[in-house]
């Protein structure tokens, strides 16, 4: 059965995009595949992911999505970036799943083959032990044998002020200096692209960056390319009459007769409802108006003087022209938002 939304996933721009992130973070990565891997799909993101060799491991948000790579048997470490809870510490442990401490209480409930990768804040405000409290729990896991890594997370590297990255990093670094050598790792991809190699450090982290995407002023830092292509097939073509209105609420009227496809792409499948009258899609190659309200399951574009026939494609994001981020601002959102809101009726698809 043809799926009505389908989600291309380059390999080549993957593996590329990889490749140039290590490259300038001067590490291997530990490759975010949380949320369904920003939408490209958690399996089929991680198989490509462990064949590189840039890829140390992978870091996930929820026990779940570290069972699911789990059962893969990838043989590359996963770790979880997101305390879990009580009852499911010794079940990832077990799995083998690296597991993220932020206090004192969560050290000494891990279990003897649990290995931790110790979370220290210094200054996101969001998880993990503060600098001076991280110390001792360094030490405490440390003398257990079961410190792996420490890490802490940056609030404000994408952006072109780096005076807070710096910060952060200077005290990441009093507490590493204050530990055993292991794993540290700090950059997301704002880091990774922003502040190149960083002494002392094991790991890098870039997400959004792995899947294509940089903030507009870090674009000429590293070659990206954007890993996916959205595509959905046309399933009726019909003409509005002048004056008809289209879709919920008539937000739109006809000024002359024209030519609507329906396409099977709506909010449901994460086309931001907020690209209301705003949104082009690729038709054949062109440019063309989505009309009136984004629906759940489907939304109108206009094809007038193009002949489209049921069963066609046409193409939301990727390779020919318009990107997340166009759909992200006609969205009033972030790329972030528009692939992990990506739904599970989108068909994932591996491509060269
Ligand atoms: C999501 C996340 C990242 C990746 O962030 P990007 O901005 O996508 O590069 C890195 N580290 C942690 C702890 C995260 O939660």
Known sequence: MQSRAHALISEAALRGNLSALAARAGTPLLLPVKANAYGHGLTLVSRVAATHQDVWGLAV??????????????????????????????????????????????AEALPPHARA??????????????????????QHLAERGILEGV????????????????????????????LPPVLAHCANGGGTLSLGKLEGMALARPGLASYGFAPAHLRETVP??????????????????????????????????????TVGFGYADGYPRNATLKAQVLVRGERRAVIGR????????????????PGE?????????????????WGETVEYEVLTGIGERVERTLVD
Not at 81 to 96: F, I, M, Q, S, Y
Not at 117 to 136: I, S, Y
Not at 159 to 164: A, N, P
Not at 313 to 329: C, I, K, P, R
């Open 117 to 138: 990768h110790l979370k220290v804040d210094t200054g996101m405000n969001r998880l993990g032990a503060r600098p001076q409290e991280a110390v001792a729990i360094g």
């Open 224 to 261: 990206l390319t954007p890993v996916m292509t959205l595509r959905a097939t046309v399933t009726q073509v019909h003409t509005a009459q002048t004056g008809e209105s289209v879709s919920y609420g008539g937000l739109w009227r006809a000024p002359r007769d024209t030519t609507l496809a």
């Open 61 to 106: 948000a929820t026990p779940r999505e570290a069972a699911q790579i789990s059962a893969l048997e990838l043989g590359k470490p996963v770790v979880l970036l997101t305390p879990p809870a009580p009852d499911e510490v010794v079940p990832l442990a077990d799995l083998g799943v690296r597991l993220p401490v932020g206090s004192q209480a969560e």
């Open 151 to 178: 890490y802490t997370h940056f609030a404000t590297a994408d952006e072109e002020d780096l005076s807070f990255a710096h910060e952060q990093l200077k005290r990441f670094r009093a507490v590493l200096s204050a």
């Open 313 to 329: 494609q046409v193409e939301f994001w990727g390779a020919q022209g318009l990107t997340v981020s166009d759909v992200a601002q």
């Open 294 to 309: 984004i629906c759940m399951d489907q939304c109108m574009v206009d094809v007038t003087g193009l002949d489209v026939r």
